[in-house]
């Protein structure tokens, strides 16, 4: 479904993906992991426009991906940033709306609504309440509602987990894995290596803007470098921790 | 007593055009956090065309005011595509856009320098300078209708900007451009839209205000009261360029009746830097934390 061969991107000078080859197939949770600066909101970027690559060959679909912002989320894409952004001066519902905001399909809007709602019951309660006022969960909860409502092919999470209290972890890895049941392709980027993994049917390591491993998530989450790198130790000792 | 809600009524008109100035300012600045100083130009313009529609082509009042507004939303826009576009496209530093503005402002006012000429002109009278008699108070007819147009472009403005889904998209982008980029706004034409609504609204203000007063090359500058205006309510802030707008309106007014109209712009401006000092985000200015 998603294909990006050879993926180049420069920051100023500094080279933050160095050829980066990832294949997403349909229906699938592939997780990219690595460390802070190793370039996986870089590489979401890129794949959303906000970044122009300077190489590589993207293409999505069967079809090359255009390189603006707006006609990547027409072709079915889309992003669910890192650090939410969610728009605080706007209501629940008008955030929910801005998701929607290439779609003409009253009907369809409706009824995607209807199923963030199902997903999202908090969301229903606050619709009328502006975005800023939430907790860092709900803002969470929202920015993925948002990301659903353009009824994307594909949702690139990035970071999900990011500042949440360990509870609100576990349960924004549950909606990750039924937002793949509403036939969803998703592409996830975490530093939560072990949740990451374990919901992954395919997974990449990202190192220094590298792909240095990749695998289904199980076999990751055996790999003994794995462990040491990004599981803390031995996977018991992070597990008595969790 | 008389006098005094008298000024008050004088300063209401005179705000309500300050505000039609200072949306514009507070429109640029709530998604592109600069100070487009081209504004006042573009301002300008819109008196000059105004003034040559009524007197060369002795058009109606009111086809005058519509073209005139049309005139400078497309000006606001063609000076967006040269000026601040490029700019935008290399993620120049906001200074660039800054002195980019300056340029732009002393560019539209040596033109009309040397194509009209640097004198003064009066518009021709319209309405009966005899004042509307309401209770002990006077009304001029030219600051009724004043008001009266403000009030209407105003609120037209904040329907667009509150209640539709352009307005929305506004309002998504000056929270963050980035955000409203992945919701598959096409955030280049939004900042088309907004240089397009301030230039409208500006051309109806300069022509307001040239009916007003006078038309001459340096009226641009004198509109920069409203961009104080605009600094005073919080700039980016649409309630506050409006409520700053009618303050800054009233306390000209006062000072001309009270103390002293040669101390009029002088109060303006201490008035800004003691804004600047005490409290730097306006009455309801966005904090720097929202824009994050």
């Known amino acids: 479904m998603l294909k990006v061969e050879n993926l180049q991107v420069y920051y100023g000078g500094i080279h933050a993906l160095r050829g980066v080859n990832i294949n997403v197939e349909q229906g699938q949770i592939v997780s990219i992991i690595g460390a802070n600066g190793a370039g996986k909101s870089t590489f979401l970027n890129a794949l959303s426009g906000i970044i122009r690559p300077k190489e590589g060959k993207i293409s999505f679909k069967g079809k090359s991906l255009p390189q603006i912002p707006y006609k990547i989320v027409a072709a079915g894409i889309s992003q669910v940033p890192e650090g939410r952004l969610v728009f605080a001066n706007l209501t629940v519902k008008d955030n929910l709306m801005m998701g929607a905001y290439l779609r003409k399909d009253k009907h369809g809007i409706e009824k995607d609504l209807g199923k963030v709602f199902e997903l999202f019951p908090r969301m229903a309660e606050r619709v009328d309440q502006p975005a800023g006022t939430l907790s860092g969960g709900e803002q969470q909860m929202l920015a993925i509602g948002r990301g659903l409502m353009s009824n994307p092919d594909l949702i690139l999470l990035d970071e999900p987990s990011l500042g949440l209290a360990p509870l609100l972890v576990k349960t924004i890895f549950e909606i990750i894995k039924d937002i793949k049941k509403l036939n969803k392709t998703i592409l996830l980027v975490e530093q939560n290596a072990y949740k990451a993994l374990s919901i992954a049917d395919k997974a990449y390591v990202l190192e220094q803007g590298r792909i240095v491993k990749t695998g289904t998530g199980s076999e990751l989450i055996k790999d003994p470098s794995i462990q040491e790198a990004y599981l803390g130790k031995t996977l018991k000792s992070y597990r008595s921790n969790d | ?292």
Not at chain 2, 35 to 42: D, L, P, W, Y
């Open chain 2, 1 to 292: 007593m008389t006098a005094f809600m008298q000024q008050i009524i004088n300063g209401l008109s005179i705000g309500s055009v300050y505000a039609l100035m200072a949306v514009g300012y507070s429109l640029v600045y709530s998604i592109m956090n600069f100070s487009n100083f081209a504004h006042g130009g573009v301002i300008m313009m819109g008196a000059y065309i105004g003034f040559f529609l009524l007197t060369a082509f002795k058009l109606p009042f009111l086809i005058a005011f519509g073209l005139a507004g049309v005139g400078t939303g497309v000006l606001a826009l063609v000076i967006e595509r040269i000026a601040y576009s490029p700019l935008r496209k290399r993620n120049a530093p906001f200074l660039y856009f800054i002195i980019s503005a300056m340029g732009a402002s002393i560019f539209l006012e040596n033109i009309v320098v040397a194509t009209i000429g640097p004198t003064f002109k009066t518009y021709p009278r319209i309405f009966s300078p005899e004042p509307i008699a309401v209770g002990n108070l006077s009304i001029g007819r030219l600051d009724l209708i004043m008001c009266v147009i403000s009030t209407i472009s105003l609120a037209a403005l904040i329907y667009v900007i509150e209640k539709t889904k352009v307005g929305t998209a506004i309002r998504a982008t000056a929270y963050s451009v980035r955000a409203s980029a992945l919701m598959g706004v096409n955030t280049d034409q939004i900042i088309m839209i907004v240089f397009g609504l301030g230039g409208l609204l500006g051309g109806i203000a300069g022509v307001l205000f040239g009916m007003k007063y006078t038309v001459y090359p340096q009226i641009g500058f004198i509109t920069m009261k409203s961009f104080i205006a605009a600094v005073f309510g919080g700039l980016g802030s649409l309630p506050g360029a409006v409520i700053g707008s009618i303050l800054l309106g009233i306390i000209e007014t006062l000072t001309s009746g009270y103390i002293s109209s040669q101390y009029r712009d002088l109060i303006a401006f201490a008035l800004l830097i003691f804004i600047l000092i005490v409290r730097p985000i306006g009455l309801m200015g966005k904090t720097t934390e929202d824009k994050a």
